[in-house]
Each structure stands twice: as structure tokens, then as C-alpha cells.
């Protein structure tokens, strides 16, 4: 054990915060005292660190230090294929008993329970109720078996082969082909070209059995491997445990060196260009590779160092995100930033275009011109004190909120420091460390990091174009020279901004009042109504400390208007935000708010229009102001206008060309018997915008804020919570009457059908079948279809992918709606190999089948029940959850006390119900199936025609 040194360590790095920052540059930083790290004796870490958010739940993280850059050729695809093997048996777990062990604990596979291989890791994550002591043991039973323990069964190799190759199928497309011919060219000389985490099909479908074994020996191995858990535990008991379980893993005899690939050095700049007619956007990348360290450091230099970077980034981007709100955007959008490079040992500074449509030097040029300007003449001191509040918020809202974290997003932090090293601070560390270093960091400072970051070697260029679009594309000398020209440009001048209004509001509104007031005792919701009639519900809650979540709604939205105008009323809530608010122009607004926490955002959807938003505690009068200025005070601005329609209209142009969205877009018209308002947007749609009429349909839809019912959750105090309500939500214009939507007519069409609908290139399907109709609409039909959905799930991943071999992952999902009509649907889904379709939909059917029939056992049920019910007490105490439900239950008329009763509506499921619900819905007389198949079959499929 090494834990005396670490801890003698810790204490006196928290003495030297005492001291100033720039006596100690190079000082080792401290480490958050909440979490203990371990390493046993063989070599194996562990981080431990006691949590009680949520309670009874414990998150464990199972890392190792090897992915597929380490593959020998042999191999390729095979640490990927490991981290599947662990799933299919281990020493104490045969074949599948491990997933169907897991789940009677209340897990959901895919969900819950997860791994990922990447280049350099392996991770395994196993999240656990911890209620009972034995689901702690075996938990780590099955940890250790995974570190230690997989049989690699021949039999079970040969099965996982096909499920293996569905995730690949699952890969192919566009950017895949484009990859493949990029990647040679930018990443020459780098392992990391050649060892792609999903492999090789030819090594997949064919390896020795031994491959994959000898994988597992050479690499899980103490050394290269750690065990987070973050949760609800004693850390002592924990260590102990550990201590017990993995002790006993032994190092290889000789072990293999664990060599850190990095990209090797090259002159001049590589460009490699690509294009593909699945295309959805056009792209440029610059990367202008640096010197780096295979691992974060951790002195409060690097700290202090990615600061400065992440300073420079901040306002690097804001730069960018104006010209891409500018009226004429040079470009769809644009991204530069420094960060980590592909491979150990490097950074790189990164330029990314989207361009617009075949203006890819246009793009390119606007792109490197900001960049230049910022090289050649440096930030504001504006930009930077804006930068340092937002910063000032955020690390004021990390401190608040440290006692409120939950487990899954703690683990994550030590388990990058594990595999990446770097800091690894508490709360209040981090607030310390940032008070000494930002009174040292200076604007001229991070204006020269642009002249260390620009140079002509180590540089590459990558292009992804659409086909249409390629030919507009400039060759690599064009492009090159382009960079290297750009600080010859003498048109280029200093950055200039326009001072912003100091206020949102001149003075506040006359204010309302509230005429009643109620409070649910049990569900502690308050029913407050206010004199212009709008009614607010609030559930003030203690599960964050600084979080206000908001959402408003009123019955109409876009059904209220004709198909005519139909695409100005869907738009109309986006065009009004991104035209701003007041006084203030979109980028002004975001400049204003900076050091803020406060968001509202107006929707229009087809049945209703609202609001949602959040806000800090602190920023709360800044959030209501918002609130009130979304109803009364619309900005009209044409630039700003039709910079949004540009953007927009190229991005859905361009997602056209998609497979996977044709395949969408030909379905629901199937489904919807050709209705207008399910049409995907074409460039005709958006011609069809007017801009007054969007307007005009916006301000109709918020004139009557009295039809409004306000959802509030969280830390709220209600006496202020009132002033700010009578101030800014009673003094809303009403108009005395309520609203209601029409009915327009959005159904599922009866009857069975089929339908193959021929898109793309790839050998790939996608099967979606559908059962709808009219519906019994309440919270206990809703329960059962949603539990016979997950049996269901449960029961194709141990049919069509574990026994057949033949899917990634399928599922089965229910929804239902009450509005405007009782309806529901129930739908299965799962993406294959063409050729396996018949067969994988008769297996699916048939497990649906056998559900209708009773042919499922009461573990199977409560397998759902269980997980159900720990989501539920998970999500019960989330401020999203309340806020979500308590705007359901007000739309559906249902009683918002039982949003309490999760849990015991969980537990009066039967398999008796689910049979009878199942035989009373899901009928195969009104079943839609839709299948996606490439588009060669349906030339064969022409041909066979002709010839018959």
C-alpha cells in the first residue's frame, strides 16, 4: 500500500496555498481530500471517493490502460471484441448469466450497463443499487471477474462475431468512406491510422480464438487497470473489499511494454480532400500540430496554463459565433480552440469550417482572417473581462453546487485522471488555485499565444465535401498558400464593439397581483393564481443549490393557423430569438448576460406555445425580466433575419442528403398518408418564411399571458419568489378568455402495411415496425405497454443478438398522447444486414408473440420493475424530473399526486395486465412496417421484375 507518502503530499501542497502562486510555479498541485487513491501491491489503483447523491446507488468504472493501439496486426478490432467477450462469460458467470444476473439487480443492458474500447482505454461501467449488501459483493464478483477472469468460451467467440460485425455494419456511411481516404494522408506514419477501435472485417469474421485470448493476457493486467467507485458506501469497507477481490490478480511473467503512440513530425502541410454523395455538410479542418506531454501535468503551471488557453479559446469563439450571426455569414459555422491531439505526446491547434454551400474559400478565408486579426492585434480588454465573469460565475456555481454533485459526474473525473493524469481539486481547491492565478494572467499574454501556435510545418488540412460541391473545392497549393498569405493582408483591421445597454429593462412593469394561493401538503406544490389569470405552480426543492428551472405553456400553436402560412408560424419562435430581445441584439444579449446564469426560450409547437428556462439564484430578477420581455417586447431585425434563413435553409439542405433521414422523411409521410405538417423542410420550405407574418404569429401566440400556466422548480424562496412573480408574470397583457388548439387531423394510418423504401449505398437495413390506434389514455395503461415495451427489449437482445447473432441492439418503445385525440403507438426497431430482415422480424414478432400469450416468466417482470423503480427514485428527487412532470400532469388533467406514487405503480404491474393490455392494443390489423434497404436492391429488384 502507498497512501503515507500521498497524504503527507496532500498536506503539504494545501500549506503552500498559503504562499503565492509565482514562488511555487512547478509545485505538484493537491489532491481533493474527499477521494482516496490506492494501489495494491500488484500494481492496481483505485479511487474511492463516498457520495450520497443519489443514495443507494454506487458508480463503478473498471478502466484499463489498452485499447486498440496496442493491437498486434492480428488483431485488429480485437480489444473492441474483448470488451464484448467479458459480457458472455466469466469464471463465475457462464455464457449470458452475467447480463441476466445484472439486470435482476435492476440494471438495463445498454443503458446502465456499458463498456467502450477507444485507441488507448477500455472502460466497463457498472452502476449498482446499494440497499442491500450482497448487490455490493457481487458487484465486485463480477469486477473481478472482468479484470481477471473472462473464459473466452470458442463457442460463445464464434456468436459474438456476428454482433461484432452488426456495430460495424452500424458504422458505414459517408464520413466513414471519407475517413478512410483522409487519414492515410493526415495521420502517415501513425499507428493510429491503421487501428481504428471497431477493426477489420476480415479479422472480425476470421481470427484464431486465440488472438482475442492472448489480448486479454497481454493487456488486463494489474498494472494498466483501476476501479473507481463513487457513491453511497463506507470508503474503508470499499478499500477492503478491494483489497479481497483484486489482490490476487497476478502480473504477466514477462509483461509487454506499454508503448504511448504519438503522431510523428513531418515538414510542410498535408491536405487531403474527400468527398461523398451521403455527404451532409462541407467541412475544413486545420490542425496545426504542437509539442506535447504524454500525460496532463499537475503543477500550478500546467493548471494555470490550460487556463490561459481555455481564456483564449472563449473569446476566440464568441468572435466567431458573430460572424456567423452576421447577415451574409461567410460560413455555416466555425470553431478554433487547443487542445489534445490524436495520439499521446501532442496538441494541436485546431480551425474548423462549416461551409456554406460550395463557398469553401470564402469560408476559409473569413475563418483564418479573425484568426489573423487576433494574432496581429490581440483581444479587447472588454472581451477579456466578460471571459474572466463567465468564468467567475462558473467556478461560484461548481463551489455552490459541490455538496449536490452526483456519483456518475464525479466518476468521470477520476477516471480521466487515471488514464490522463492532470488535477484533480475539489470544489473549493479550484476557487483557491483560480484566486491566485487570474490576477496573474495578462491580456498581451494571451494575445501572443496565436504567433507560437501558427506555423508551416506539422500542419494539415482536411476537406469533407458533397459530391455536387467538390468541384468548388481549391487544391492544396491554393489552400496552403492561403495560410501562408494571410498575414501579408494589409485590409485587415483591429476588432471594434459597440457599447451595449447597461439594463434589460428601463424601469420595471406596473406590477399584478396575487388574488390565491394553495399548497399541496403532499406533494408540496403551491397553487398560486394571479390577477391577470396566468396560474403558476412552484415546487421549491432542495436537490441543487443554485438552480431555478422554469417551463410555461399555452393550447394553440401552430393547428390555430392554415397550411399556408404553416411554415412562418413553426418558425416564428426561432426567428424572434435569434433576433434578440429588446434592446439587444442576439450577440448583445449573450454579451449582456455574460457572468449570468438566466436562459428563456420561446417555442412554438404544433399544439401549444410556452417557454422553458433556468436561472441561478443570484441572477433570478435578470431571469424573470426575460421572461417578461419574451412576451412584450419582440425585436425586429432583417439582418439578423435573414442570417438565420441562410444558415438554416443550407443545414436542412444539406442533412437531405442523408440515407438515414430520407429513409425518416419517406416513412412518417408513408405513416401520415402524406399530411403537410409531418414534411420534412426543403429549401421551398423555407422560401416560403415571411418574415412580418412570423412576426405577427409570434406576438399573437404570447399576447395572452393570463392563458399561460408557469411550471417553477427549485431553490426557491417563496417570499421574493412573489414580489418577482407580481412584478413580471401578473403585469403580463391578458385577454380574459382561454385558448384552445384544433385538431388537425395527425394520424397514423389504419390497416396493415408494408413498405421497402430503397436509400443509400451501404449494406445496411434499418426495420421499424408499428402498432397505433385509439387509446385508452391513463397513468395504469401508460405502465403496462411501457413494461411490455422493456420485456420486450430485453427479450430480442436474447434472441435476435445474442442467440442469432444478427443485430447490435434492438428495441421496443411505447408512447402514447391524450391531445388533441387518445392515441398510441408501439413500436419496434433495430438496424441489420439486409439479407437477415425476414428472419429477424419473424424472431421479433414472434417474441412479441409469445409476451401476448403469457409465455413470460415473473423474472422477466421484474427485472423491468426493478429498473423502473430505481430510475424513478433517481429521477424523484431531479428538479428536470418535477418540472417535466408537473407540465405533463397539468396538460393531461392527470392528479399531480401521483407523481409520488412511481414506485407503487410499479409494483401493482401483473403479467396477467400486460397480457390483457398487449391482446387489447397492440393488434397485428393495424401494424405499419417499414424496412430500409440499398438502393442496388431495388435496381435487382427492377431487374427480376423485367425478367419475370
Same mark, same amino acid.
Given at each position: 500500500m502507498k497512501r503515507t507518502s500521498q497524504r503527507l503530499s496532500t498536506i503539504w501542497a494545501a500549506l503552500l496555498l498559503l504562499l503565492p502562486f509565482h514562488l511555487f510555479p512547478f509545485q505538484q498541485l493537491p489532491? *481533493?481530500?474527499?477521494?482516496?487513491? /490506492?494501489?495494491?501491491?500488484?500494481g492496481f489503483t483505485y479511487y474511492l471517493r463516498s457520495n450520497p447523491k443519489p443514495e443507494n446507488r454506487i458508480e463503478f468504472r473498471l478502466a484499463v490502460k489498452a485499447g486498440s493501439i496496442v493491437e498486434d496486426d492480428d488483431q485488429l478490432g480485437l480489444a473492441h471484441f474483448t470488451e464484448h467477450m467479458l459480457f458472455n462469460g466469466t469464471k463465475n458467470f457462464e455464457k449470458n448469466e452475467l447480463v441476466d444476473f445484472l439486470q435482476k439487480m435492476g440494471l438495463e443492458f445498454g443503458g446502465d450497463l456499458n463498456a467502450y474500447t477507444s485507441f488507448d482505454e477500455t472502460v466497463y461501467m457498472l452502476p449498482i443499487?446499494?440497499?442491500?449488501?450482497?448487490?455490493?459483493?457481487?458487484?465486485?464478483?463480477?469486477?473481478? *471477474?472482468? @479484470?481477471? =477472469?473472462?473464459?473466452?468460451?470458442?463457442?460463445?467467440? +464464434?456468436?459474438?462475431?456476428?454482433?461484432?460485425?452488426?456495430?460495424?455494419?452500424?458504422?458505414?456511411?459517408?464520413?466513414?468512406?471519407?475517413?478512410?481516404?483522409?487519414?492515410?494522408i493526415t495521420l502517415a506514419g501513425s499507428r493510429y491510422a491503421e487501428r481504428l477501435p471497431i477493426g477489420e472485417p476480415e479479422i472480425l469474421e476470421?481470427?484464431?480464438? +486465440?488472438?482475442?485470448?492472448?489480448?486479454?493476457?497481454?493487456?488486463?493486467?494489474?498494472?494498466?487497470?483501476?476501479?473507481? @467507485?463513487?457513491g453511497d458506501f463506507d470508503v474503508a469497507e470499499m478499500e477492503q473489499m478491494i483489497k479481497e477481490y483484486f489482490s490476487d490478480i497476478k502480473m504477466p511473467e514477462k509483461p509487454r511494454e506499454r508503448i504511448y503512440y504519438t503522431m510523428p513530425d513531418f515538414e510542410g502541410t498535408r491536405v487531403a480532400i474527400a468527398s461523398d454523395d451521403e455527404a451532409t455538410s462541407n467541412s475544413i479542418t486545420i490542425n496545426f500540430i504542437q509539442p506535447g506531454e504524454k500525460e496532463t501535468g499537475n503543477t500550478f503551471a500546467d493548471l494555470r496554463e490550460s487556463l490561459v488557453y481555455s481564456f483564449f479559446s472563449q473569446m476566440m469563439n464568441q468572435r466567431l459565433r458573430e460572424l456567423v450571426q452576421s447577415e451574409n455569414p461567410p460560413f455555416q459555422y466555425s470553431y478554433s480552440g487547443y487542445g489534445s491531439a490524436l495520439g499521446k $505526446?501532442?496538441?494541436?491547434?485546431?480551425?474548423?469550417?462549416?461551409v456554406k454551400e460550395d463557398k469553401f474559400a470564402e469560408g476559409l478565408l473569413a475563418a483564418i482572417r479573425e484568426n489573423e486579426r487576433v494574432r496581429r492585434f490581440g483581444f479587447t480588454q472588454g472581451e477579456l473581462d466578460r471571459t474572466l465573469a463567465s468564468f467567475a460565475n462558473s467556478l461560484d456555481r461548481f463551489e455552490k453546487e459541490a455538496d449536490k454533485r452526483e456519483?456518475?459526474?464525479?466518476?468521470? /473525473? #477520476?477516471?480521466?485522471?487515471?488514464?490522463?493524469? $492532470?488535477?484533480?481539486?475539489?470544489?473549493?481547491?479550484?476557487?483557491?488555485?483560480?484566486?491566485?492565478?487570474?490576477?496573474?494572467? %495578462?491580456?498581451?499574454?494571451?494575445? $501572443?499565444?496565436?504567433?507560437?501556435?501558427?506555423?508551416?510545418?506539422?500542419? %494539415?488540412?482536411?476537406?469533407?465535401?458533397?459530391?455536387?460541391?467538390? @468541384?468548388a473545392i481549391p487544391s492544396a497549393e491554393e489552400m496552403t498558400a492561403l495560410l501562408d498569405a494571410i498575414v501579408e493582408d494589409d485590409s485587415i483591421e483591429p476588432y471594434e464593439e459597440e457599447a451595449i445597454a447597461s439594463a434589460l429593462m428601463d424601469a420595471p412593469p406596473k406590477p399584478g397581483k396575487i388574488v390565491a394561493e394553495q399548497t399541496n401538503e403532499t406533494t408540496g406544490i403551491t397553487h398560486i393564481t394571479l390577477s391577470n389569470g396566468a396560474e403558476v405552480f412552484i415546487k421549491p426543492t432542495d436537490f441543487k443549490n443554485d438552480e431555478v428551472r422554469m417551463t410555461a405553456f399555452s393550447f394553440g400553436g401552430t393547428s390555430l393557423y392554415p397550411d399556408n402560412v404553416y411554415w412562418s408560424a413553426s418558425n416564428a419562435a426561432a426567428i424572434v430569438n435569434e433576433m434578440?430581445?429588446?434592446?439587444?441584439?442576439a450577440i448583445d444579449l449573450g454579451k449582456f448576460l455574460t457572468g449570468k446564469t438566466a436562459s428563456v426560450q420561446p417555442y412554438i409547437s404544433s399544439y401549444e406555445e410556452g417557454l422553458s428556462g433556468f436561472s441561478s439564484v443570484k441572477d433570478l430578477e435578470t431571469f424573470f425580466q426575460l421572461v417578461h420581455l419574451r412576451f412584450t417586447n419582440v425585436r425586429m431585425d432583417e439582418s439578423a433575419f435573414n442570417s438565420w434563413l441562410s444558415r438554416t435553409k443550407n443545414l436542412y439542405v444539406n442533412f437531405s442528403a442523408s440515407p438515414d433521414l430520407q429513409y425518416s422523411v419517406l416513412r412518417q409521410r408513408f405513416m401520415y398518408d402524406n399530411h403537410p405538417r409531418v414534411e420534412f423542410p426543403s429549401a421551398e420550405s423555407f422560401d416560403k418564411i415571411e418574415l412580418d407574418k412570423a412576426v405577427q404569429i409570434y406576438?399573437?401566440?404570447?399576447?395572452? $399571458?393570463?392563458?399561460?400556466?408557469?411550471?417553477?422548480?427549485?431553490?426557491?424562496?417563496?417570499?421574493?419568489?412573489?414580489?418577482?412573480?407580481?412584478? #413580471?408574470?401578473?403585469?403580463l397583457p391578458a385577454k380574459g378568455s382561454k385558448e384552445m388548439y384544433k385538431d388537425l387531423g395527425l394520424r397514423i394510418i389504419s390497416g396493415k402495411h408494408e413498405k421497402n423504401i430503397y436509400v443509400g449505398v451501404d449494406d445496411k437495413s434499418q426495420v421499424n415496425i408499428t402498432f397505433s390506434g385509439d387509446f385508452d389514455y391513463n397513468l395504469e395503461n401508460n405502465g403496462l405497454l411501457n413494461a411490455a415495451a422493456s420485456i420486450l427489449s430485453n427479450k430480442m437482445i436474447e434472441t435476435l443478438r445474442e442467440e442469432m447473432g444478427g443485430v447490435y441492439g434492438a428495441g421496443a418503445s411505447f408512447s402514447s398522447s391524450q391531445y388533441p385525440n387518445s392515441t398510441f403507438s408501439f413500436s419496434i426497431s433495430f438496424p441489420c444486414k439486409p439479407e437477415n430482415v425476414d428472419k429477424l422480424v419473424q424472431a421479433a414478432i414472434q417474441e412479441l408473440e409469445n409476451i401476448k400469450q403469457g409465455n413470460f416468466t415473473q423474472e422477466d417482470l421484474d427485472k423491468v420493475i426493478n429498473a423502473r423503480k430505481q430510475n424513478f427514485e433517481e429521477q424523484i428527487k431531479q428538479n428536470s424530473y418535477w418540472q417535466s412532470m408537473i407540465a405533463t400532469y397539468l396538460k393531461t388533467g392527470e392528479d399531480m399526486e401521483n407523481i409520488l406514487t412511481g414506485n407503487e405503480r410499479a409494483d %401493482?404491474?401483473?403479467?396477467?395486465?400486460?397480457?390483457?393490455?398487449?391482446?387489447?392494443?397492440?393488434?397485428? +390489423?393495424?401494424?405499419?412496417?417499414?424496412?430500409?434497404?440499398?438502393?442496388? =436492391?431495388? @435496381?435487382?429488384?427492377?431487374q427480376e421484375i423485367k425478367k419475370n
Open positions: 489532491t *481533493d481530500p474527499d477521494v482516496l487513491i /490506492g494501489k495494491l501491491d500488484n443499487p446499494s440497499d442491500k449488501p450482497e448487490n455490493v459483493k457481487n458487484a465486485m464478483l463480477v469486477l473481478s *471477474d472482468w @479484470a481477471h =477472469q473472462a473464459t473466452f468460451d470458442n463457442e460463445e467467440i +464464434d456468436k459474438e462475431r456476428g454482433v461484432v460485425m452488426e456495430e460495424w455494419r452500424l458504422r458505414l456511411g459517408a464520413y466513414e468512406r471519407m475517413r478512410q481516404q483522409i487519414w492515410p476470421n481470427f484464431e480464438y +486465440d488472438a482475442a485470448k492472448r489480448f486479454y493476457r497481454d493487456w488486463y493486467r494489474p498494472d494498466l487497470m483501476a476501479l473507481i @467507485a463513487v $505526446g501532442k496538441n494541436d491547434y485546431t480551425i474548423s469550417i462549416q456519483s456518475w459526474s464525479l466518476v468521470q /473525473g #477520476y477516471l480521466n485522471h487515471f488514464l490522463n493524469g $492532470g488535477p484533480l481539486l475539489s470544489a473549493k481547491q479550484t476557487r483557491e488555485m483560480a484566486e491566485q492565478i487570474i490576477p496573474t494572467i %495578462t491580456l498581451k499574454e494571451i494575445n $501572443g499565444l496565436l504567433d507560437s501556435w501558427w506555423h508551416n510545418d506539422n500542419r %494539415t488540412i482536411e476537406v469533407q465535401a458533397k459530391t455536387e460541391n467538390a @468541384a434578440g430581445i429588446g434592446d439587444f441584439s406576438k399573437e401566440r404570447f399576447a395572452n $399571458g393570463g392563458d399561460f400556466k408557469f411550471v417553477f422548480v427549485g431553490n426557491v424562496d417563496m417570499p421574493s419568489f412573489r414580489k418577482y412573480l407580481e412584478t #413580471y408574470v401578473a403585469s %401493482t404491474i401483473t403479467k396477467e395486465a400486460i397480457v390483457a393490455a398487449l391482446n387489447k392494443f397492440v393488434k397485428e +390489423d393495424n401494424m405499419i412496417k417499414t424496412v430500409k434497404l440499398p438502393q442496388n =436492391q431495388k @435496381a435487382e429488384l427492377q
